[in-house]
């Protein structure tokens, strides 16, 4: 991963990570603001219906001793007191009452306990009321909550009784207010609250008996566990909690606070149950999210851009720097880096600029060096080529001097040994003058579609006859080609050229014999050739100038064979390279590419053969 | 001397102001012609076809109230319970009572003018005469054939439904009674909320061709559908004339020194058995309930003395036995029955149900105080939702009730004719030949003995009709069979009646309704 990815990422996952946590904090504390003000609401409630309850009681309270105390009331009391009184003409009284002091349940019971007038059910007129004469002091007690039985089924009440005494006969008033759905509508309940009642009066759960402002529930099914968990409990004050969720949707789950209800004895008749949506909550986790997942979006996009700039900015000198290292590789030692700034990478943009400066100017020197030394060596070349044949020649030269002395005969055949010795010295000087120019006037490449293995062979075969010389220790051959190999684009006089000198060095290298193997492989771009002998192997010292010109290791030679050689591949944009160990041979590879760019190829040509190219190439240079 | 002359002189002037200040009230007692006549009923839609009408329905009570204003009967009876000609005036039978032979009223005409023919007659009467009575014209006057005796065949004629009309081609009915039927309007909605109905109007007017003679009144008034508390009001304050009440408030329209007139018991209660629920038609649970309904209080407590505990199918002055019928209450007795009975019938998870057919309040309390009756009994009864029929008496059992409480409105002057209608009402097998004759009544008593041994219908209270009279509306009388006899009351404009709370003494069965 580039140096600019890694530092677009970095600031990529600091972005999101920034975000993600505002996001993760603005929601976290919300959801606390809102559980605690949830709580404090259902506190509020809580307190808000049992004062309600309260409240209710005493106005209950107030309108029976209303009703105890009203007119009609007494004259039914003294009414009542006077024996074999007919106690129906007071059958709507009850209704009257509850008409006038806004009850919902009104009721008249005589001393002996017999129903005379029921406002919510009359037709229990005549029946007995035993649990109201039970107690025969009513006065003073506040009202509580009791199971009234109505002709469509039973209901929950908020009840008081009052007495009436003529003489010794009580007249008992009971009044109420039913707990139901009119009740439930009458709370003032915070927004997103609800209430419910479930009014506990069968011995199991009734879904039927759990009702909203607006009636029954639906799915009370849901409360069931509720319910019967706060039947179960002994301690009927304790307030139980559950949250339920009424769908999939977590927007839909309602946390209900369960109060119970107890009736006179302490029995539970009912349970007020205060539901606290969580949809807001919900809702607002969700607009927090879709508003961070924005800012992140945005931020992201935001930060993509900072990061893409930032990441150019600071990469782009360091990538400056890169390629101008790429560039001082590759010899071009002059490179100048433009970077602005006094940073560290402007310093390092410095020393840059003023390494190549003073590398160029070693390399400077170094040519100059190389040139003299080159020079030099050329001139020891030349000097010890052209003395080996000179000094014959002034050997000779003396020997003719000296056979003027000599009778006719005598000079005659020194002559002509003389002369024969000086044309085979001067011939001799001619040929290594031509290798010079040969070496001097390398011809440019002409491409054409070229099989290498072709070639290859071709240039071996020249060299068979030396291999099996005898007299000499043989050589052996090994041929591992690719045959699937492609043409490639190349000269093929210069390759076959090249080859030769190869061939031809390997073959120097193994004076006692040996193997040369040749190897072709396929690559992607390129094609590979590995020519390897068995020799004694070069040095590593020996490998570093190996192709420098009029270098040789051997005692013969001119050091041009693999300058040559080089300078084919070069010419072909290949690359020449030697691995060897000492005393085991060496190993020159040749990568040259499939395709030569913007060269002109010709068709296909015949592929040198040996005689040919004895003809026309240049023969392989040592 | 002349203190006896002062005093002669005061006694005379004294005798002079009486004479003076009685004549407008010597006045008020002749009949005076003019006025109209407000009448308000509680029902809602009237029908004045009795071709419509159904047997025991106390809203075709209702109808015959208005249908006898423009329609007669072939015979009537006095209020001596004697046979009074009518449109016939004459009528003969042999003696098995099977063949009767009616001659008609001459120059009798419908209101369109057109004579009564004994054709009409035949074409009235043959819809609605029991099976196996073939009515015929004859050369002077129709003839009835029976299958079987027909001794009550006049008091069957002089009530119920056995008018005489005309039906016209446009399906309007004629008749030959004193009023015609002026107008009718059906209740519209309210102006002011359309979702109330203002009241129907139905308006008559005096039958200047009357064959009796006009009516002294000239327009009756009805209004239909006002809530009885309104009706009180408006009699109290002289916006109505006529009211009819319900029983549940008559006690407070005598506390408002209203004129209340009340019938003898006309309208049954009863609690009806349904085979449509399981457990219903066991006889057991059918003597268990009977045991357990407390009538006295339902009679004295819930209707304030307004009705009478019902120890029979029919009232005793219809019958004149009802005494021998007894009302026995015994919780105990009625539990130990209820014990023998499997667990599930009639219990709290499987209540019998119990539908109320009625109108307003009276009825549901009564269903109530039924449910609270059973359940002393272990019983567990359900009331589900009353209905308003148009014929309360005649309603088909719910398949999905049990039990029904109903009102059965007594609209023939015959017991036997009764006893036949509630025993076809009851599905009962009741043969008309095992009640030949109206003068045996021990075989009626047997037949209502069965038929209440059955407990398929269990008699709870006997009801009044309760009208409330402004204290302007003079002779007003009844018909043996409860129908008011507009025709011959007269209104007084004048000085108010020397009391306004007098309260018409209850009719008397008349000698000559218990045939």
């Not at chain 1, 290498?452 to 099996?468: G, I, K, S, Y």
Request: proline share 6%.
């Amino acid at each position: 991963m580039s140096f600019r990815n890694k530092i677009f990422l970095i600031f990529v996952i600091t972005v999101l990570a920034s975000v993600s946590l505002v996001a993760y904090g603005v929601t976290h504390y919300t959801q606390l603001a809102f559980e605690q003000q949830d709580a404090q609401r259902t506190e509020t409630l809580v307190a808000q219906f049992r004062k309600e309850i309260g409240q209710r009681g005493d106005m209950v309270v107030q309108q029976v001793e209303n009703i105890t105390n009203s007119e009609p009331t007494i004259h039914m009391a003294i009414d009542l007191a006077r024996p074999n009184t007919d106690t129906s003409i007071f059958l709507h009284d009850a209704n009257g009452a509850a008409q006038t002091y806004n009850l919902d349940l009104v009721e008249f019971v005589n001393s002996d306990g017999v129903l005379i007038s029921s406002a919510q059910y009359q037709a229990r007129v005549g029946y007995k009321n035993d649990w109201v004469t039970a107690s025969k002091n009513w006065d003073g007690t506040r009202a509580f909550l009791k199971r009234e039985e109505l002709p469509d089924g039973v209901a929950l009440s908020l009840t008081a009784v009052r007495t009436y005494s003529v003489g010794d006969k009580t007249l008992y008033i009971i009044g109420g207010r039913r707990l139901d759905e009119n009740f439930l509508a009458s709370l003032v309940v915070p927004n997103g609250m609800r209430a419910l009642l479930y009014r506990n009066l069968e011995s199991s759960f009734v879904p039927s008996s759990l009702t909203d402002a607006s009636g029954p529930v639906a799915q009370a099914d849901q409360f069931q566990p509720l319910i019967e968990q706060m039947q179960k409990q002994s301690q009927q004050q304790n307030v139980l909690v559950k949250t339920i969720q009424w769908n999939n949707d977590p927007a839909s789950a309602e946390t209900f606070h369960a109060i119970p209800l107890p009736g006179r004895n302490g029995e539970l008749l009912g349970v007020l149950l205060l539901g606290s949506s969580g949809k807001e909550l919900v809702l607002l986790k969700r607009q927090i999210f879709k508003i961070a997942a924005l800012v992140a979006l945005v931020a992201i996009a935001i930060g993509l851009l900072l990061a893409w700039w930032i990441s150019k900015r600071i990469t782009r000198p360091v990538e400056e720097l890169a390629n101008g290292a790429r560039d001082v590789a590759s010899g071009r030692w002059e490179t100048h880096i433009d970077v602005q700034g006094n940073d560290e990478i402007g310093q390092l943009a410095g020393a840059f600029n003023h390494m190549t400066n003073t590398l160029a100017a070693q390399k400077e020197k170094l040519v100059q060096t190389e040139r003299v030394a080159a020079w030099r060596e050329l001139a020891r070349r030349l000097a010890h080529e052209l003395r080996n044949p000179l000094f014959p020649m002034q050997i000779t030269l003396e020997n003719l001097q000296r056979a003027r002395q000599l009778g006719p005969a005598q000079f005659q055949e020194v002559f002509a040994e003389g002369t024969a010795t000086l044309k085979a010295e001067l011939a001799n000087l001619n040929s290594i003058v031509g290798r010079f120019s040969d070496f001097s006037k390398m011809p440019a490449p002409q491409f054409a579609r070229v099989n290498v293995n072709e070639t290859l062979r071709n240039a071996v075969r020249l060299f068979e006859p030396q291999f099996t010389a005898v007299g000499k220790p043989a050589i052996t051959t090994e041929f591992f080609l690719t045959e699937s190999l492609p043409e490639i684009d190349a000269d093929p006089d210069l390759l076959y050229r090249a080859f030769q000198n190869l061939v031809l060095n390997a073959l120097d290298a193994m004076p006692a014999g040996g193997s040369l193997t040749l190897r072709t492989t396929d690559g992607v771009d390129t094609v590979r050739i590995e020519v390897s002998d068995t020799g004694k192997g070069l040095t590593p010292e020996e490998c570093s100038r190996l192709f420098t010109p009029y270098y040789t290791t051997k005692h013969q030679g001119t050091g041009l064979g693999l300058a040559i050689v080089q300078s084919v591949i070069s010419d072909h944009h290949g690359t020449i390279s030697v691995s060897s160990e000492e005393g085991r041979g060496a190993t020159f590879r040749i990568d040259l590419p499939k395709r030569q760019q913007n060269a002109a190829v010709k068709p296909k040509p015949a592929a040198p053969t040996t005689i040919e190219s004895e003809r026309t190439a240049p023969a392989a240079t040592d | 001397m002349r203190f006896t002359k002062s005093l002669l002189l005061a006694a005379i002037s004294a005798s002079v102001f009486a004479l003076l200040a009685s004549l407008p009230m010597l006045a008020t007692k002749h009949p005076k012609y003019g006025g109209t006549l407000r009448l308000e009923l509680q029902i809602a839609k009237v029908s004045l076809d009795p071709r419509e009408w159904k047997t025991g329905s106390v809203a075709a009570a209702e109808n015959a109230r208005l249908a006898a204003l423009i329609y007669d009967r072939l015979v009537t009876l006095d209020d001596y319970g004697r046979f009074q000609p009518a449109l016939a005036t004459e009528w003969f039978h042999d003696a098995s009572s099977k063949n009767w032979q009616f001659k008609l009223r001459p120059n009798v005409k419908f209101s369109d003018g057109s004579a009564l023919s004994a054709k009409d007659i035949v074409t009235a009467l043959q819809p609605v005469l029991p099976p196996g009575l073939q009515i015929s014209t004859t050369e002077n006057g129709i003839t009835i054939r029976g299958t079987h005796p027909v001794p009550d065949l006049l008091e069957q004629l002089a009530s119920g439904r056995y008018f005489i009309f005309r039906v016209q081609s446009d399906g309007n009915l004629l008749g030959t009674g004193p009023f015609l039927l002026a107008e009718s309007s059906p209740p519209t909605p309210a102006e002011a909320n359309p979702s109330v109905l203002k009241p129907a109007h139905i308006k008559f007017r005096a039958n200047e061709e009357a064959w009796a003679g006009r009516p002294f009144l000239d327009s009756i008034e009805v209004t239909l559908g006002d809530p009885a508390l309104r009706q009180i009001l408006n009699l109290q304050v002289g916006r109505a004339d006529i009211i009819d009440i319900p029983p549940d408030l008559v006690r407070k329209a005598r506390q408002d020194n209203l004129r209340v007139w009340s019938s003898p018991p006309a309208t049954l209660l009863a609690l009806r058995f349904d085979d449509a629920q399981s457990g219903a038609s066991d006889p057991r649970l059918r003597e268990a309930l009977d045991l357990a309904l407390d009538r006295d209080t339902m009679a004295n407590v819930l209707l304030q003395r307004q009705a009478l505990p019902a120890p029979a199918l029919l009232p005793h002055w219809l019958s004149g036995y009802a005494f021998l019928f007894g009302t026995p209450m015994n919780l105990d007795r009625a539990k130990q029955i209820r014990a023998t009975l499997p667990a599930n019938v009639a219990a709290g998870s499987d209540p019998l149900r119990l539908r109320v057919d009625a109108v307003g309040d009276l009825m549901k309390l009564l269903g109530e105080r039924v449910a609270v009756n059973a359940r002393q009994a272990n019983i567990a009864i359900q009331l589900v939702g009353h209905t308003v029929p148009s014929s309360m008496g005649a309603v088909p059992p719910s398949p999905s009730t049990g039990l029904h409480l109903i009102a059965w409105h007594y609209d023939s002057l015959s017991p036997r004719t009764e006893l036949l209608n509630l025993a076809h009402y009851l599905h009962s097998e009741v043969s008309a030949d095992a009640l030949p004759d109206t003068g045996d009544p021990e075989k009626l008593y047997s037949e209502e003995r069965r038929l209440l041994g059955e407990r398929q219908l269990l008699p709870l209270l006997l009801l009044p009709d309760y009208v409330g009279i402004a204290p302007s509306v003079r002779n007003w009388t009844v018909s043996p069979s409860g129908e008011w006899r507009l025709a011959d009351v007269w209104l007084d404009s004048g000085e108010p009646a020397a009391s306004n709370t007098e309260t018409i003494p209850s009719r008397n069965p008349a000698p000559g309704v218990h045939p």
